[in-house]
């Protein structure tokens, strides 16, 4: 899945992590907004979110990952698993366009539509247009620099925004 107008990128290091996601909205080839919060914070600020895809199909997701989490006590091995089996399963949720990461203290997954619940090995993760040139900067900063989990994300979301025309400089970033 390919979405376009969005990177999201989520960086695990030095016993902390962080997501980070640009602010950019395109309708089509036209930027229709400039800092949108594409990454948040859920489940008493426990979990944090950041997804690609389709505005309202990425909220209602999160909400429904929201509710996952208090049904499991926020285990979100099990919360992420069910909403993908929910999502694969559903007439109506398959029909929805996004992709998202989830966060906690020791879990990072991909969450999409077809199933998929995918934890990195190596404790980073880019979603969306941008995402593999994200991915690409912070698996470099990572192994060549002494840099920690939120300066890695500033600099990769950067990069990954001078590569990348759907991904602006306009930042949120959120940390564990």
């Known amino acids: 899945m390919k979405f376009h107008g969005t990177t999201i990128l989520a960086v695990r290091h030095k016993g902390k992590v962080a997501v ?4 950019q909205v395109t309708l089509n080839n ?7 919060k594409k990454v948040r914070r859920i489940y008493n600020d426990r979990i944090i979110v950041g997804f690609a895809g389709a505005t309202a199909d990425a909220l209602n997701l999160s909400e429904r990952l929201e509710k996952k989490l208090d049904r499991y006590n926020g285990n979100l091995t099990r919360s992420a698993v069910e909403l993908a089996r929910d999502w ?3 007439k109506y949720l398959r029909r929805l366009e996004a992709i998202m990461i989830a966060v906690d203290d020791k879990n990072m997954f991909v969450i999409s539509g077809s199933g998929d619940v ?3 090995d190596e404790g980073l993760m880019g979603i969306g ?3 593999m040139g994200a991915q690409a900067a912070a ?3 990572i192994r060549n620099t002494d840099m920690d989990a939120v300066d890695i994300v500033k600099e990769a979301m950067k990069i990954a925004g001078s590569l990348c025309v759907f991904t602006n400089d306009k930042i949120t970033i959120e940390e564990l």
């Open 88 to 90: 694969r399963t559903d």
């Open 129 to 131: 247009s941008g995402g």
């Open 118 to 120: 995918i934890e990195p």
């Open 30 to 36: 036209i930027v229709i907004k400039h800092r949108a």
């Open 20 to 23: 980070a996601g640009d602010g």
């Open 139 to 141: 698996k470099a900063m």
